[in-house]
């Protein structure tokens, strides 16, 4: 993926060609039939969204969530897409520099209203995906993990109005019957960060 790291040098077309494209990635559920393959897919768009979302990709997060209806595929790609975005504004990445990383960051907390409920759902799905003895266990146990990884990458910094008051303790501690070994691992670790967690690291004034 060379033409990232040209990316300024690409015209308009071009980005346009290649936005369209890493979007209809998301939802080829012949491509998307290998975790290998998700990740990829989850990487080429999250790191075209670094460079031109929000200000010259404004419905990215509009079409991700169109895409995630399409299946556990398409919506564990989408996670993993949100996934990246999120531990970008976190991470040092020395070809993002730290203004537009910033912007990102602004960019999340702004649509947090409509991204922390995508999240919720995405989970509560998995949980019934993995509760349903006709699906594919492997599958809905990775969408399981992907919505917890998830939420693992935002839980640091996203306002705590967004944390408390929505029934995620809840809803993380209703996993805990199914017995998964990587629930048991992992669903303790953030109910313990979300109950601990007492102030945002981001200003409030950020997602008035």
Known sequence: ???????????DQQ???LKQQAMALCVRSDILNTALMREKVASITSRIANREWPQRWPELLERLFQAAQR????QTVVLLVLRNMGEETIAFNPHLPELRRQELQRG??????????????????????????????????ESVFCALDVLTAYLDWMPVAFIFGTGLLSQLCSLLPAGRSFVLRVVPMLAVAVATRKTSSIPIEHHK
Request: proline share 2%; glycine share 4%.
């Open 15 to 17: 980005k346009h060609y």
């Open 108 to 141: 999340l907390l702004a649509c947090m209203e409509n991204v922390f409920p995508f999240f919720r759902t995405a989970l509560r799905t998995s949980i019934a995906a993995l509760q349903d003895k006709a699906a594919n266990e492997a599958e809905a146990t």
């Open 1 to 11: 993926m060379c033409w990232i790291l040209s990316w300024n040098q690409l015209g």
């Open 71 to 74: 299946g556990l595929h398409a």
